[in-house]
């Protein structure tokens, strides 16, 4: 089947659906680039979680999906003297169209956005091919100020939908997991702070063995934040072993050594979640936030893009059909199933 890009409107919101028939997903330009729709058509599988409030007219409400974070995520924080947001300020900018591609084979949009806090220039290229359902994003951003400035750089996505129950394992090239606490998870989370792990095994607060690679139904009732660190290869995958669909990553580990895995599990006690969240974050970031620092400079081993300098990511995300598992994936995107 051919690829297309569909233009319509979501709410006051232009919407771009980028498809080439078989997978297809839905952007928001003006709403910080969301990714609001990731979709297996045959197969009918939304791979995106929808936050209780959904998608509202205004763009700083949170609606799930795929935002992109940027240049910090994670907790608000002082960025050499601007109060950077919850998960960086791009997520609530409106992005420029600069191009699309649009023929048979291939179709690509290309975005561009100028942050206001901080001194960047960021280009975002998305790339969808017939016959594949590999998602390629490729991103430069340029220091247009005078001196060298840090990235906690990172993309916020959240599996939900009707893909993510409890018949949903992760494969990962992973070899550590570390736990951290959301003020949000205090009451309902499994894990103490900064207790680390061999993946995919990890101790509760009880000093049990978990397995997080098994995703828990929402009658668990817990709501976790864990950093997966240490890869041995660019790859992690998450596989619905009943419906036979899954996502993977390809990343190169040196650009985005840790994978946020956000847990909510039917807990996250009072607000904004009460409860009402089945929801798991798989997140690629150039580093891990400190919830102790309260500027940017604090946070070790980030990034730093110099003066009129440019640091650029690829992510690939490849989604597949017909498998319980994955053993590896090749740097080109074959799929090794797990036995």
Request: contains cysteine; negative net charge.
């Amino acid at each position: 089947m051919a690829c297309e890009i569909i233009e319509h409107r979501i709410k006051n919101f232009r919407a771009l659906t980028l498809t080439n028939g078989e997978y297809s997903l839905t952007i928001l330009p003006e709403k910080g680039s969301d990714i609001i729709s990731l979709r297996d058509e045959k197969t009918d599988t939304e791979f995106l979680w929808e936050s209780p409030n959904g998608l509202c007219s205004d763009a700083t409400t949170y609606e799930g999906g795929w935002q992109e974070c940027f240049p910090t995520g994670g907790p608000a924080i002082n960025y050499r003297g601007a109060q950077m947001p919850q998960d960086g300020e791009v997520q609530s900018l409106a992005w420029d169209v600069i191009a699309t591609t649009q023929d048979r084979d291939e179709v690509s949009i290309t975005l561009r956005v100028k942050t206001i806090k901080s001194p960047f220039m960021l280009t975002k290229k998305i790339t969808l091919r017939t016959g594949t359902g590999m998602v390629e994003i490729d991103e430069t951003a340029v220091n247009q100020g005078a001196e060298p400035l840090p990235l906690l750089w990172g993309h916020h996505i959240v599996f939900g939908g009707n893909f993510l129950n409890d018949a949903c394992k992760i494969d990962s090239a992973s070899k550590k997991i570390i736990s951290s606490a959301l003020p949000e998870n205090v009451l309902t989370g499994q894990f103490e702070q900064n207790i680390s792990g061999v993946w995919p095994l990890i101790k509760n607060k009880s000093g049990e063995l978990i397995d997080i690679s098994e995703v828990s139904p929402a009658s668990c009732g817990t709501a976790d934040l864990l950093f997966l660190k240490d890869f041995e290869d660019g790859w992690l995958a998450i596989t619905n072993r009943e419906k036979k669909v899954g996502i993977a990553y390809l990343f190169d580990p040196a650009i985005h050594p840790a994978i946020w895995m956000w847990q909510m599990y039917g807990g996250g006690a009072g607000y904004p979640w009460f409860g009402r969240a089945y929801a798991l974050g798989l997140q690629p970031f150039t580093g891990m936030p400190d919830p102790h620092a309260d500027n940017i400079d604090a946070v070790a081993g980030l990034p730093i893009v110099a003066a009129g300098a440019a640091h650029t990511t690829r992510l690939r995300f490849l989604l597949f059909r017909g498998l319980k598992g994955v053993g590896r994936i090749s740097r080109d995107g074959v799929i090794v199933p797990r036995i």
